[in-house]
């Protein structure tokens, strides 16, 4: 321990000398500040405190940091230990953090780490990350790093063998640091708002100009209508120009939901001029403006009625003028005056349960139903304004045919819920048996009504299979409103409704009738809808299904896995065959489910990702439930590629035909897949395998598809609770070709990406124009519409 002299109170001054004397300052001050805030009257910090406020889940971190901290060995920790030891990890040099994460490792004070601390060290740092590994693979773990840390072999880590190992990861030693330590650096000042770039025009010129149209048309109108009446009054004149705005816009909002004309345009030169993507944000726009128009309409009207009431010439009072016929305003029996009070209270109330605390919070029923008052209002307004019916005559026209037709397509013929799989995070993957005449391209989306779960109630959701894809339809539906969560608690219970009682049976019968090959029935994998949690993991020419059994089944073995495997040829011929119908698993369980139930779907109806196939260079993300519509471009590319095969019969060579597809002006595909846990990655991992696979049989410069996956849970290798399962985990999948965590050979990253140099690496490769494609939380749309805006990227978000 000589040569680690107190690393826990390094020389202040020159820690901080980074800093300028007002940061200084500042630091010195929110500290304090965050100190008192925990401390009791004593002002020092117990341990549990000390756990609470860094966020340290695991008590080994916990109780090892809090050693360090309390330099006097007291039992608790003072403000001056506080300020001394989070100088060092913050601002300190390298070599002084390495010591201070040696210390940390070091568990038994001997000098050195042995294989044995080091594991318990390894382990700490899973539950940190949230990342669940049998004890198998915390061993192979653990012995890839003490074996390439241990230069001499002597069965222990000195500190020099430690610093020559974190010197093989540049960057590392230099931005080491505990990541809840940023809890207490004071928080950045608020960044100034984007001023109107050429890169934001780039993206948003569609949009902009629809906006100014809309915005001149107002004035224009507004302007006329006004000037017709101005020899009666200013109020009138207010109250008819916002009149005429109200008959546009009333029209106007119906036009932005056609969803079949809209579909129909994407396909149109039209999509390159008008902001089609942006149907609902435009929707919610206008919604928002008839709410101002009306309120200023009726303000207008109010202060014309006052005046009339308190003329003496005029033989009524305010109230008549306001909710009777008596006065004869309007053009039919004098009803413009009762309708626009129970226009205006219709209007209110739809928009009240518009708001998204109402549709987000498990009441959508409630949005749902309000939101059909529009066919009374349409009849309020005919009533009420002479001129309206004209501005409705062709949109009401077309939004009635397009209702018209989707119900009779949707009630034409029932369809089936034919299987079902609870997947992790209460994901709820349903395979529909798709109709005859169902086309639809990569990403679309449909409604969805299933009478058992809600009789009236139509939810949209993305299609998650591949248009090659037959004989099923797949939708991915994660529980996070009331009809969902019933949907998934639906299947869950012991006797699912309608389910079959004989799913054995009826699976033998299917897969008889489809007369598929011997060959082809004992390889197939269901891509996607294994047992419950199936994790892929490749190894050389296998697939192995790894599955985590449900909670309450008997446990073989430590790990209690169960696995499976598949050559190569195997999951290829299951890839020749996507397009074949007949693809139901055999397998089931509590949580993998034959049904039969009746439900209704209506679309599809297209969105954003249709253009991916016209890109140059795609730039795919998916957060979370997310990749779904992913999902289905990913597999139709990969149905393109396998028509584009050719094997030789006699020496099994296989090449690539040079021709692509008409339609598909792809050079390169990056799909990046952010989630929060480890489970997450359960949904569409046989998939991503079998892509990973695809790719390292195509022989041409660079591969055509990279996949890059993120887990936001993990903590970064910059972290001192994470840096060594993170460098064990890069060693392993050095070794073994594959990742611990999710079983591709695409390395799993911690924490969230550096999106300014994820863009910079795309930028650099040249592949083309740079359209960007998402689905996810609004948030993080925004933050990578920025960055796009920032690379000149074409950015184009899914509504999520």
Not at 372 to 393: C, D, T
């Amino acid at each position: 321990m000589s040569m680690l002299e107190d690393p826990a109170q390094p020389d202040l001054e020159s820690c901080r000398g980074t800093m300028s004397t007002e940061e200084d300052a500042k630091w010195l001050q929110w500290v304090t500040h965050q100190f008192e805030t925990i401390a009791g009257k004593d002002r020092e910090i117990n341990l549990q405190q000390f756990k609470t406020a860094l966020n340290v889940k695991e008590s080994f971190f916990a109780e090892r940091f809090f050693t360090l901290f309390d330099s006097d060995g007291s039992g608790t920790i003072t403000l001056q230990e506080l300020l001394e030891a989070l100088t060092l990890l913050i601002h300190g040099n390298p070599m002084d953090k390495l010591k201070f994460l040696f210390q940390v490792y070091d568990v038994d004070g001997s000098g050195s780490i042995d294989a044995d601390e080091l594991r318990t060290v390894l382990r700490s740092c899973m539950r940190e990350s949230a990342i669940s590994l049998p004890d198998e693979k915390l061993d192979q773990l653990t012995l890839a790093l003490f074996e390439s840390a241990d230069k001499d072999c002597n069965g222990a880590i000195t500190f020099d063998e430690l610093r020559d190992e974190l010197q093989r990861f540049p960057g590392v030693m230099e931005n080491l640091t505990i990541s809840a330590a940023h809890w207490l650096t004071p928080p950045a000042a608020p960044r100034r708002p984007r001023a109107l770039t050429w890169a934001y025009w780039h993206n948003h010129r569609s949009h902009l100009l629809c906006l100014a149209a809309f915005a001149g048309l107002h004035l224009l109108l507004f302007a006329l209508a006004a000037s017709e009446h101005r020899a009666r009054g200013a109020s009138v004149m207010v109250a008819k120009g916002c009149g005429q705005c109200l008959n546009l816009d009333g029209s106007f909002i119906a036009v932005l939901m056609l969803r079949r004309c809209l579909t129909w345009l994407r396909a149109t030169w039209l999509a390159q001029v008008l902001p089609l993507d942006q149907n609902i944000q435009f929707h919610q726009f206008v919604g928002y403006v008839v709410i101002v128009l009306s309120l200023v309409h009726t303000v207008a009207h109010i202060v014309n009625f006052a005046l009339q009431a308190q003329a003496e010439a005029s033989p009524f009072q305010f109230w008549e003028l306001l909710l009777t016929t008596r006065p004869g305003i309007g053009w039919i029996h004098g009803l413009a005056s009762p309708t626009g009070v129970a226009l205006l209270l219709l209007l209110l109330l739809m928009f009240a349960c518009s708001s998204s605390c109402i549709r987000r919070s498990g009441h959508f029923e409630v949005f749902y139903w309000t939101h059909l008052s529009y066919l009374p209002m349409w009849i309020l307004l005919i009533l009420h304004g002479p001129n309206f019916w004209k501005w409705l005559l062709v949109p009401g026209t077309l939004f009635f045919l397009e209702k018209i037709i989707g119900l009779a397509v949707s009630r034409m013929a029932a369809l089936c819920i034919v299987e079902v799989n609870l997947l992790p995070s209460k994901v709820t993957h349903l395979l529909i048996k798709r109709p005859p005449l169902f086309h639809y391209r990569p990403g679309d989306y449909l409604y969805l009504n299933i009478p058992t779960i809600a009789r009236y109630e139509w939810h949209p959701f993305t299609i998650s299979s591949a248009p090659e894809q037959k004989d099923t339809i797949w939708l991915h539906i994660r529980s996070e409103g009331q009809w969902t969560n019933r949907l998934y608690e639906s299947f869950k219970t012991s006797c699912p409704m309608d389910c079959d009682p004989k799913p054995l049976s009826r699976s033998l019968k299917m897969r008889r009738s489809q007369r598929r090959p011997e060959s082809l029935e004992h390889q197939h994998i269901h891509s996607g809808t294994s047992v419950q949690g199936a994790v892929a993991y490749s190894k050389d020419v296998t697939v192995e299904l790894t599955s985590y059994r449900p909670k309450g089944t008997p446990q073989q073995g430590d790990q209690g896995l169960v696995s499976t495997a598949v050559t190569k040829e195997g999951a290829q011929a299951r890839w020749r065959a996507i397009a074949e119908p007949g693809q139901v698993s055999e397998k089931s369980s509590e949580n993998h489910l034959f049904c039969n139930i009746k439900c209704y779907i209506d679309g599809p109806y297209g969105t954003p990702t249709r253009r991916i196939f016209a890109s140059e260079h795609a730039v795919l993300i998916g957060a979370g439930i997310g990749i779904t519509p992913f999902a289905s471009i990913l597999q139709s590319i990969m149905y393109r590629h396998q028509k584009r095969k050719n094997i030789c019969p006699s020496c099994q060579h296989s090449w690539m035909d040079s021709a692509q597809d008409e339609d598909m002006k792809l050079h390169k595909v990056d799909f990046m897949w952010i989630n929060r846990d480890q489970r997450s990655f359960e949904w569409f991992v046989s998939l991503l395998t079998k892509l990973e696979m695809d790719q390292a049989e195509i022989s041409q410069e660079g591969p055509f598809l990279e996949l890059h996956m993120y887990m936001t849970s993990a903590l970064g290798k910059n972290d001192m609770k994470a840096i060594g399962l993170q460098m064990a985990l890069d060693l392993l999948a050095k070794k073994e070709k594959k990742d611990s965590i999710t079983g591709l050979q695409t390395r799993t990253q911690p924490g969230r990406p550096d999106w300014n140099k994820v863009f910079q690496k795309v930028a650099a490769e040249k592949k083309g124009k740079v359209q960007v494609f998402f689905c996810g939380s609004p948030a993080l749309a925004k933050v990578l519409k920025g960055h796009c805006e920032q690379f000149g990227f074409k950015f184009f978000q899914e509504n999520f």
